[in-house]
Every structure is written in C-alpha cells, then in structure tokens.
C-alpha cells in the first residue's frame, strides 16, 4: 500500500511538473509574433520554447503518457506544416530565402508544431495551455485599458514610459516604448478625448491587438468567466484608437446573444442585418471609422487597397509571382488577400483549411474567429504567425462544453 501511495504522489508531481511546463509553453507562444517581443526577440523567445518542450517530453516519457491527437487539431496541424514547408520550397526556388528570414521562420514553426502537438495530445493539458494563453491576452487588455484611463485622467503619456525595446528593422526610430503597467505604444491619434497615444498591448501594432482582444472576450464568456474580464477585453479593442478596433462591437452582440440562448447562425444573421443599417454611421464615426482612416493621408490605406487590387494582375495564380514583384515595400503582403500574389493558391487553400477547421465549435468561429479573419484578410499580415493561430486552434480546449 505503500508502494501505491507513493507511485500516486509520483504520478501527480509528474502531472503537475507537466502541466506547469506547458502552461510555460503557452505563454512563450503568447510572446512570439505577431506580438513586439516577437517581431524583435523571435529566436530567444522560440529557443526557451524548444527548451521547454524538451522537459515536457521527459515528463511525458518518464510518466508514460499516452500521446494522441483528435481528428481537427490533427488536420489543422498537417495544413500548418504543408503551408510553412510550401512557403519554404517557395522561398528557396524564388531566390527570395533571405529577404523572408525563412530559415529562422522555419525553426520557429518547428518549434511552434511541437508545442502544439503536446498541448493537445493530453485532453487534461489543453485546456490548461490554452487558459494560460487567454489569461496573458487578457492581462494585456487590461494594461490597455489601464493606461488609456491614466492618459485620460492627464497623465503625460511621456510620464508613464518605463522602458523602451529595440526598433523592428521595418518601423520607426522610437517605435519600441512601453508604458506602465506594460503597454506598447505606437503613436498618436486624434479621439474623443483629444489627442491620444495608440496602445497595442503585447502586440507589434494596434491594428493586431482586436482580434486578440475579441478572441480572449469570447474565450472567457465560452469558459464561463467572470463577464468583466470579456467586457475589458472589448474595451481594449476599441481604446486602442485601431480602425477594425469596433469589431468589438460585433463580438460584444454575439456575446450578448448567447446570454439569451439564442442559437449562433440567428445571432449572427441578426446583427449582420444591424450592421448594414447602421453601415453609413459606421463608416463615418469621428476617429476610428474608415472613412477617416481612408482621408488620413498616412498611406496605409491606399497601400491595402493598392495591393489588394494588384492580385488580379498576377501572372501565376497557382505558385504565385514572389516577393519581388513589387517596388512597393509592403509587396510582400500586407494581409491574405494579397499573399496570393506572393505565394499563389496553393499556400492560400491550406490557410483557410486551417481557418474553417474551427468551424467545429461555431459559438466560438461567429464570435470570435470572423473578428479574425477580417483583420486577416484585409488588414494585416498575420496569416500563419504563431500567436495568432492560436484564435484557430482553441476550440480543441471548449470542445467539452459544446
């Protein structure tokens, strides 16, 4: 008996040393790109990660844990490694290997693959991995929105920085300042409240923090959460001073739908109806609406709408025309729709393989992976970075509640 109460004591300090290692994990993806820590630190970031997943398999060996993956996780992890292997061929035969940093994309994919794999080959660990992910976003919304309020209540946003990070090679000197509690600001835009700085959380830039903020509101609500934290996590998309920062908005309706018992596919039909009465509003809102992004003259937008409407003057549509197609900095894509240009249908297909797969739990894709997918398409070039796959990949930790 004693024998069996100690190998019990072993087993669930095993347990235990597993589940920490992958919650560690987890917040090692939360600081790989599209966040600043990512753009600028990938590698150290990605090597703690390799080295934690090599403790997570000794637990796993030493504990003989049985490792296997459900049907979606394993198809959505198969797409992800046909289209990082294609981008790879393809920057190889492009002659662009360089320009693209693919080596270093492919150890971090790698890396990423492993860390995924783990987490949801142990049902036990998946929810933990993914908890941990949603509670650093989360704790990013939060800083947002704390800083936000310091700024509006007349602190100097000047007063509030407490460390400035290294320049990514392709921003602006003095891009890299954090605010306390620990905010990146970008720069500075007109609102309501006057002239204020744009804060993007762990992120590189505002435009990417709404779909994160929208994603860990709706993961929240999902993991029945106390509602607050959901409700910061929407304030944070729309204090960021972003243009797809109202998506917010969509999220927060569905949410509320939910509360309601109203089934997904109505709800989300019900406020795509409210959404198109209410487009001319939309589009013309004071600071954040489109038509005040589209008249800033700061050249993001035509940059978007330039590229976008390039794609169909691609000459290759299958393998597409590479990087160097264009003399235009961004030609490299600046959202999915013009990666089509850069690396044709084939790397398109397995993407929105991998986008749909989590159709699986449809409260979770209405609510929190449209919000995504619009800053993907359209937005920003985000398509296969690791902490943004995770929108995609969560549903395998609410998959009990459905």
């Not at 600028?40 to 060996?61: G, K, M």
Request: a neutral charge; one cysteine or more; glycine letters at 6%.
């Amino acid at each position: 008996m004693a024998t069996t109460a100690s190998r019990l004591r072993d087993d669930a300090k095993s347990r235990g040393a597993a589940k920490f290692l992958i919650c560690a994990a987890a917040v090692a993806i939360a600081n790989l790109r599209p966040t600043y820590i990512g753009e600028t630190q990938s590698f150290p970031v990605c090597s703690i990660l390799v080295f934690l997943e090599a403790l997570v398999l000794f637990e796993f060996y030493s504990s003989n844990e049985r490792l296997s993956l459900n049907t979606v996780p394993a198809l959505q992890v198969m797409l992800y490694i046909l289209a990082v292997t294609y981008m790879f061929v393809r920057s190889i035969f492009g002659g662009f290997l360089g320009d693209d940093d693919a080596l270093k994309a492919i150890m971090i994919s790698a890396a990423y693959i492993i860390a995924i794999t783990l987490a949801f080959s142990v049902d036990r660990y998946t929810r933990a991995f993914f908890d941990t992910f949603a509670i650093v976003i989360i704790a990013s919304c939060v800083s947002v929105s704390i800083t936000f309020l310091l700024v509006t209540a007349g602190a100097p946003i000047s007063a509030l920085i407490i460390a400035r990070l290294p320049d990514p090679p392709t921003y602006s000197a003095g891009f890299g300042q954090v605010a306390f509690p620990f905010t990146h600001v970008t720069n500075e835009a007109l609102s309501w409240f006057g002239a204020a700085p744009r804060l993007a959380g762990l992120m590189r830039e505002v435009g990417c923090l709404p779909p994160f903020a929208c994603w860990a509101a709706t993961y929240a609500y999902l993991r029945k959460w106390p509602i607050y934290l959901s409700v910061v996590c929407l304030l944070a998309s729309l204090l960021c001073l972003s243009t797809i920062g109202p998506l917010a908005l969509y999220t927060a309706a569905m949410l509320v739908m939910f509360k309601f018992k109203i089934k997904p596919l109505p709800a989300a039909l019900v406020i795509i109806g409210i959404a198109a009465l209410a487009w001319p509003v939309i589009y013309t809102m004071d600071y954040i609406g489109l038509e005040q992004k589209i008249n800033s003259g700061s050249g993001s937008y035509e940059d978007r709408e330039w590229l976008f409407w390039a794609v169909l003057d691609t000459k290759d549509f299958i393998f597409g025309d590479g990087n160097r197609w264009s003399v235009v900095a961004s030609g490299a894509g600046i959202n999915l729709v013009s990666q089509i240009r850069v690396y044709g249908l084939i790397f398109f297909v397995p993407v929105i393989g991998i986008y749909l797969l989590a159709l699986s739990n449809l409260r979770l894709w209405l609510a929190a992976c449209v919000p995504a997918l619009i800053a993907v398409f359209f937005s920003q070039p985000i398509t296969l970075d690791p902490a943004f796959l995770m929108i995609f990949f969560s549903g395998a930790a609410l998959a009990r509640d459905r």
